[in-house]
């Protein structure tokens, strides 16, 4: 083998090298565990990448996960920055993002609840960054400005209840 070729060949293992690194970093990127189910009642399943799981006390989340409760069921979700999820009977939501990176300032929480009922109580992204949460029903949206809520989401309409942290509702006219 010659100089120049022993060059070439060296060069070509480099790049390979580097390009199977950074697809194992975005990899590691696009699975970072954002949560974990702490309480679970009756069948609960999560839909990842076309896969339906069975989840369990510890099941770890990440983003674009869709949770799926069956008519017996609930389940209680913590996120990283400490959001409580709780999800009743026939419920399914999709953590469309979640981005938890205090020392570059980065925060979203993006869920979109298709049907069913949940109850939610912020975290630190919205105490942190309030218009950086926002829950999606079929008929509506929501940014999280008080620290609590619940969302039922059932034949083509959806309601909000919002708490203050004093617990009662908050009043739509202060």
């Known amino acids: 083998m010659s100089f120049s070729t022993m ?5 070509i293992v480099i790049i390979i090298c580097i390009v199977f690194i950074a697809n194992i970093d975005m990899s590691f990127a696009e699975e970072s565990v954002i949560g974990t189910v702490k309480t679970i009642k009756g069948a609960v399943s999560i839909i990842r990448k076309d896969k339906t799981l069975a989840a369990d006390i510890g099941f770890k989340l990440i983003q674009n996960d869709t949770i799926r409760t069956e008519s017996n069921a609930s389940v209680g979700v ?3 920055d400490k959001t409580v999820l709780s999800l009743g009977p ?3 939501l999709i953590i469309n993002e979640f981005v938890f990176a205090p020392k570059q300032g980065k925060f979203s929480i993006v869920l979109k609840m298709l049907k069913g009922t949940a109850a939610y109580v912020s975290g630190l992204i919205a105490k942190l960054s309030p218009e950086s ?3 999606e029903t079929p008929t509506a949206s929501i940014g999280i400005r008080g620290t609590k809520f619940v969302v039922k989401v ?3 309409k959806s309601s909000f209840d919002s708490y203050y942290e004093g617990g009662g509702p908050e009043d739509p006219n202060s």
């Open 133 to 135: 949460v926002r829950v």
């Open 90 to 92: 026939n419920s399914e």
């Open 154 to 156: 059932g034949n083509q």
């Open 78 to 80: 913590i996120f990283n």
């Open 7 to 11: 060059k070439r060949f060296n060069l």
